[in-house]
C-alpha cells in the first residue's frame, strides 16, 4: 500500500501563484510515475501534469507554460508549482502514484482545494 498526503492548496487571487506538495510512504518501491489530477465541479477528473522516477514529464495543454512539475525521489516527494493562476484553474487537486510510466496509478490522495478567486 502507498499513502499520499498532499498540501499546500488554498485561496488565491487571479495571478497568483500556489505550490502544492504530495509526500508519499509506505511501499513506495513500486512507484514510478506520480501526478496531479483535478476535478472542478460538475466537470471529470483530469491530468494535470505528471512525472516519471526517471523525470519524463506530461502536461496538459492547460498547465503548459504555467504550471511544472518536480520531484524529490530522496524525499518521496512530488512538486506542482502553479503561476498565472486563473479561476478556470479552480478545482481540488489529487496526488496520484502508481507502477506504469503512462498511465494513471492506483494510487489516490484525499485531495487538496484551490481556489482562484479575486
Known amino acids: 500500500q502507498v499513502q499520499l498526503v498532499e498540501s499546500g492548496g488554498g485561496l488565491v487571487q487571479p495571478g497568483g501563484s500556489l505550490r502544492l506538495s504530495c509526500a508519499a510512504s509506505?511501499?513506495?518501491?513500486?512507484?514510478?510515475?506520480m501526478g496531479w489530477y483535478r476535478q472542478a465541479p460538475g466537470k471529470q477528473r483530469e491530468l494535470v501534469a505528471a512525472?516519471?522516477?526517471?523525470?519524463?514529464?506530461d502536461y496538459a495543454d492547460s498547465a503548459k507554460g504555467r504550471f511544472a512539475i518536480s520531484r524529490d525521489n530522496a524525499k518521496n516527494t512530488v512538486y506542482l508549482q502553479m503561476n498565472s493562476l486563473k479561476p478556470e484553474d479552480t478545482a481540488d487537486y489529487y496526488c496520484?502514484?502508481?507502477?506504469?510510466?503512462?498511465?494513471?496509478?492506483?494510487?489516490w490522495g484525499q485531495g487538496t482545494r484551490v481556489t482562484v478567486s479575486s
Open positions: 512525472i516519471t522516477r526517471g523525470g519524463s514529464t
Open positions: 496520484n502514484a502508481g507502477s506504469s510510466p503512462r498511465l494513471a496509478g492506483n494510487y
Open positions: 509506505g511501499s513506495i518501491f513500486a512507484i514510478n510515475r
